[in-house]
């Protein structure tokens, strides 16, 4: 046990330091791309890794429970408790620059699209995961990248029409943009290489503890996952109004991939190791599951549609947490 937690405290601590490395060379970028862009997209997709190796190595062993249920517990856990420790530090004192609330009608896109998904994921698993299911996943998170750019380019011509076309004081040196791009691959790299025996470690003091196979699917597989990610939303939400605005387009977009990517890699990845017939089966534990997140990301987002996210959202998510964590020990007796 003693080896497990040592391995364990390491690899974090290799996470921690490639997070830092992601979210600095994310900032940068958003200076050229835009905040909610890098966050929707290219800081999503790579803190997404981690829970991309754990759904891949589960459905390679055939485990779909273990699959789908780090899926489901990784946005109950960002949707709640993630977005809550990211408000906390923006709104206190935590922040270097502590705002009031955090500006998200910005965002009208991102929450109506995890509204979405979350229902179609919820609808379409009714009767089990097929190959036709992987593929409106994917659709669905081709149309979100697709929106994601229009509204990008959208966003910097309007930006572009209020500048002098003869300034060029504030353009970005390319050795700026070549340092943030070293930064991002570098820190996506890190969590890359850091995320499976971080897993593998947390798995073996979860079993030393005697942590049922429910609990490590749901509540810790999540944890482990998501680490990247709620690192980098804790140092990006320290820095100000414009680091916690990437932070909260980094947990929509993730969740979005989690709906979307993420599914069709488990129900692609199952095809691949275990045929093309294959199909992830509902169970009622897993039905009871993808209801009960479905639910939560749906009441998660209901303050962000007033547009504003203060501290007391933040202590609403944390309770809302607390709620979902509390079922996860009734969901297996119902």
Do not use: C
């Amino acid at each position: 046990m003693t080896d497990n937690i040592l391995f364990l405290f390491g690899w974090l601590g290799e996470l921690v330091f490639a997070s830092w490395l992601l979210s600095s060379g994310a900032e940068h970028l958003a200076e050229r791309w835009g905040g909610r862009f890098v966050g929707r997209t290219l800081l999503s997709i790579a803190t997404t890794l981690p829970e991309i190796g754990i759904v891949v190595a589960a459905a390679k062993d055939g485990s779909y429970g273990t699959a789908i249920g780090s899926a489901l517990g990784s946005n109950l856990f960002m949707m709640t408790l993630g977005l809550a420790i990211m408000l906390i530090i923006a709104t206190t004192k935590l922040s270097k620059a502590p705002q009031k609330f955090i500006d998200v009608k910005e965002f009208k896109l991102d929450k109506i699209f995890l509204v979405i998904t979350a229902v179609v994921g919820a609808l379409l698993f009714i009767d089990g995961y097929t190959e036709l299911d992987g593929i409106i996943f994917a659709g669905l998170f081709s149309t979100y990248l697709l929106l994601a750019f229009r509204e990008m380019r959208k966003e910097k011509k309007q930006m572009s029409l209020g500048k002098d076309l003869h300034d060029t004081s504030n353009v970005e040196p390319k050795k700026h943009f070549a340092r943030a791009m070293v930064l991002f691959v570098a820190g996506t790299i890190g969590i890359f290489v850091g995320a499976v025996p971080f897993v593998h470690a947390l798995e073996g003091v979860s079993v030393d503890l005697g942590v049922s196979v429910v609990i490590l699917a749901v509540i810790i597989s999540p944890i482990a996952g998501e680490m990247p990610e709620k690192i980098s939303m804790i140092l990006l939400a320290r820095k100000g109004a414009n680091g916690a605005s990437i932070a909260v387009a980094n947990v929509l977009g993730s969740k979005i991939l989690n709906n979307t990517l993420l599914l069709s890699v488990a129900i692609f990845a199952a095809m691949s190791y275990q045929g093309l017939t294959v199909k992830i089966p509902n169970t009622p534990l897993l039905e009871n599951q993808m209801i009960l997140v479905t639910a939560i990301t749906i009441i998660a987002l209901i303050p962000m549609f007033k547009n504003k996210l203060g501290l007391k959202s933040g202590v609403m998510l944390l309770a809302l947490y607390a709620v979902g964590i509390g079922m996860q020990f009734i969901l297996p007796d119902l």
